[in-house]
């Protein structure tokens, strides 16, 4: 939805021992390398992504003022440098719930 990747390789660093190639969608050939320290892949069965749980976790989040995104958000460079941000300062939380975390 915002990139596609295209290999994820165990080859870089200590500190970060895999490499993400992906490519924006947006502008097609455009491959950009992304080391990690971790790699998650989330993938659930449904194309409708759920938002939200019967116990509105996303409701209490937004009244707790805590900012949040659904993986299907993740399209776009501002709010991959947000995450990235977060987590280099040690305030990224990423959870799956449903399918995504079962598989």
Not at 7 to 17: A, D, F, I
């Amino acid at each position: 939805r915002g990139v596609k990747v295209v290999s994820v390789e165990k080859k870089g660093s200590e500190e970060c021992p895999w490499v993400v190639k992906y490519e924006d969608c947006r502008s097609k050939g455009n491959v950009q390398l992304l080391p990690a320290f971790s790699v998650i892949v989330a993938t659930g069965k449904h194309r409708i992504p759920n938002k939200n749980t019967t116990d509105d976790v996303a409701g209490k989040l937004n009244k707790a003022a805590i900012p949040f995104v659904h993986s299907t958000e993740m399209c776009d460079g501002t709010t991959w440098e947000r995450a990235i941000t977060a987590a280099r300062n040690g305030r990224l939380c990423i959870l799956g719930l449903g399918n995504s975390a079962a598989d």
